[in-house]
Structure formats: structure tokens, C-alpha cells
């Protein structure tokens, strides 16, 4: 198994995982778990497949979906023992969406040749996933946080792509662009580092406007 394949699965495996958490905190039942881990494992890798014309990965090898019910099993008896589900889901959230930055970085590049598609492949990877379980679950959606997080899928597919463009060895790529987008998500988990905030007068009332 190659890095970006282990990386691919380490993806789907993590994400499911979010999904179950987030079944857990609404107390749903297996089937429930079952569907939203499914529906966070491959939703990113699915709509990136989707954007870019090539075959659904899970379709041509079933095993991710596996991958995904074997998680949300394993979350459905195991997840009671966890004292901060969400703060576990986010921790986990930030290796999935580090995991799939890269991979979706390099199915981009493979399939366009432009540096410009895969990092925007890498970070809808990244992201795409954690956004279908926040709105399924009812979640406050992780884009809405105040901390970093598109930033860190971002960052982690752009080194990716620049180090790929410099020719640096594929092994090598992944492992800095992985840890480079962990860093940042993980800094703003741990630090919140953010951005400045949009701040403006309040919106007029309909009537008030000429």
C-alpha cells in the first residue's frame, strides 16, 4: 500500500469516525450511526470525484465503505467511554481533513495537471465531508467556528502542490503537506488562532431604505 493510499484510508476511517461521534451526541441508533459515518467517510472523496469526471472511488472498491461501517460500529459501543465527544470529533476532524488535503490535492494534479485544480480538490476533500455532518446532524458547522479551519486544508493542499511542482519526492510531499495542515488546524484548536472578523454597522430595516 502506498503512502496516498494509506492517506486515503486514514481519511475515509477518521471522518466516519466524526460521523458516529456526532450519531452518539444525538443518540441515535446503529443505523444512524451507520449512515453518518458513511455519509462523512466519502462524502468529500465522492464530490471531489464527482467535480473531476473520474469513476466514485468507493464505487470501484467497496472496502472504504466497509471501512466506514466498521467505525461507526466500533464508535456505536465504544463512544460512551469518551468524556468529550466533541472535542474528540474536532481533534479527529483535523486528521481527516489533513489526510484529505493531500489526497485530494494529488487526485487534482493527477487528473487536471493544474496546480490551480488540485489545491481547490484538496481543500473541497478536506472540508466537504465535515460540512454534510454538521448539517445532517444539526451541529454548529465547523466553517462557523471562530478558529481556522478551510485555512488549514488550504495550506495543507497548497504545500502539496508546490512541493510536487519542485519535484520533491511523493513520500516526502505528503508527509510535510499532511503535517503542515495538522499544524495549522491543530494550532488553532489548541491556540484558536483566527482571522479578524468582518465588522460593519448594523443592516437597515427594509422601511428605512429610500
Request: aromatic share 10%; net charge positive.
Amino acid at each position: 500500500m502506498t503512502l496516498l493510499q494509506l492517506l486515503d484510508y486514514a481519511g475515509v476511517a477518521v471522518f466516519a469516525a466524526t460521523g458516529a461521534l456526532a450519531a452518539s451526541r444525538k443518540q441515535l441508533d446503529i443505523i444512524g450511526f451507520l449512515f453518518l459515518g458513511s455519509i462523512t467517510g466519502i462524502g468529500g472523496g465522492t464530490f471531489r470525484d464527482l467535480i473531476l469526471g473520474m469513476p466514485v472511488f468507493w464505487v470501484g472498491n467497496p472496502a472504504y465503505v466497509l471501512v466506514c461501517v466498521g467505525i461507526a460500529v466500533l464508535v456505536f459501543f465504544t463512544a460512551h467511554l469518551v468524556e468529550s465527544r466533541y472535542k474528540l470529533l474536532l481533534w479527529l476532524d483535523a486528521v481527516g481533513l489533513s489526510a484529505y488535503a493531500v489526497m485530494g490535492a494529488a487526485k487534482g494534479l493527477d487528473a487536471s495537471g493544474s496546480p490551480t485544480v488540485g489545491i481547490v480538490m484538496g481543500v473541497l476533500t478536506a472540508t466537504f465531508g465535515g460540512i454534510l455532518r454538521d448539517l445532517l446532524a444539526g451541529e454548529p458547522s465547523v466553517l462557523l467556528r471562530p478558529e481556522i479551519y478551510v485555512t488549514a486544508a488550504l495550506t495543507g493542499a497548497s504545500a502539496f502542490t508546490l512541493l510536487d511542482f519542485l519535484h520533491v519526492p511523493l513520500s516526502i510531499s505528503a508527509l510535510v503537506a499532511f503535517a503542515t495542515a495538522f499544524l495549522v488546524r491543530g494550532g488553532a484548536l489548541k491556540f484558536g488562532w483566527s482571522f479578524k472578523t468582518y465588522k460593519s454597522r448594523p443592516g437597515r430595516r427594509p422601511e428605512d431604505i429610500p
